[in-house]
């Protein structure tokens, strides 16, 4: 059973703190993506790797980094959270045009 | 302009209908076109894809690409209560990113 997860379902931080959202996949994929889902706007991308050390910024990458040191795992920083960042945040990875999601992290920042 | 754009709806049949669903896209690089479905409080799940223009049905899903129009559909044949669900289009082409329309939420009703 192939596998996306998300370190979290659930965070809830402050304004200006430094967060991480971890995200692994076991399919040995070499795209890895970070979405933001908000309503009515569908999923954005905020930056994606197609290997190891390898980014590119997606449309909406201001305020944010990502970090992919190994193959199964992509990283996303929020280097100094601020409120409009509350958001749901999606993994994925894939291989050509099938991709497999996490769960998702809903993430509050207050 | 999106480079994806989808009506988010929302939209309700009555149990067995037949459902179409629609979005258009701009970047003519896009070669892969996916539809996901999302149910409340979980991750996009692959309903199907297409390669290029053409047609591809699945059981009661028909999913159709026309790259001269830039224009793709998703149509669900004797649509059932357990359809109600928020549907993606997603593209993806050579430079690996995958763009998403908004998704458009859809109620089957009994």
């Known amino acids: 059973d192939v596998k996306v997860t998300q370190s979290s379902r659930y965070l809830v931080k402050r304004t200006g703190e430094k967060v991480f959202l971890e995200c692994v996949q076991d399919?040995?994929?070499?795209?890895m993506f970070w979405y933001r889902q908000d309503p009515g706007l569908g999923l954005r991308l905020i930056y994606f790797s197609y290997d190891v050390k390898m980014k590119e910024k997606g449309d909406i990458p201001e305020g944010y980094s990502v970090s992919r040191e190994k193959k199964e795992r992509f990283s996303l920083i929020l280097e100094s959270a601020s409120t409009n960042q509350t958001s749901m945040y999606l993994c994925?990875?894939?291989?050509?045009?099938?991709?497999?999601f996490g769960q998702g992290t809903r993430l509050t920042v207050v | 302009q999106k480079e994806v754009e989808q009506d988010p709806g929302p939209l309700s049949v009555p149990e067995g209908a037949i459902v179409s669903l629609n979005c258009t896209y701009s970047n003519s690089a896009f070669q892969y076109f996916m539809w996901y479905r999302q149910y409340s409080r979980k991750g996009p799940e692959l309903l199907m894809y297409?390669?290029?223009?053409g047609n591809k049905e699945d059981g009661r899903f028909t999913a159709q690409v026309d790259k001269s129009s830039k224009y793709i559909s998703l149509f669900i044949r004797d649509s059932q209560p357990s359809d109600s669900a928020t549907y993606l289009c997603a593209m993806t082409g050579n430079n690996n990113d995958m763009r998403f329309g908004a998704g458009t939420r859809l109620t089957v009703k009994p």
């Open positions: 399919m040995d994929h070499e795209n």
């Open positions: 297409t390669y290029s223009s």
């Open positions: 994925a990875s894939s291989s050509l045009a099938e991709a497999f």
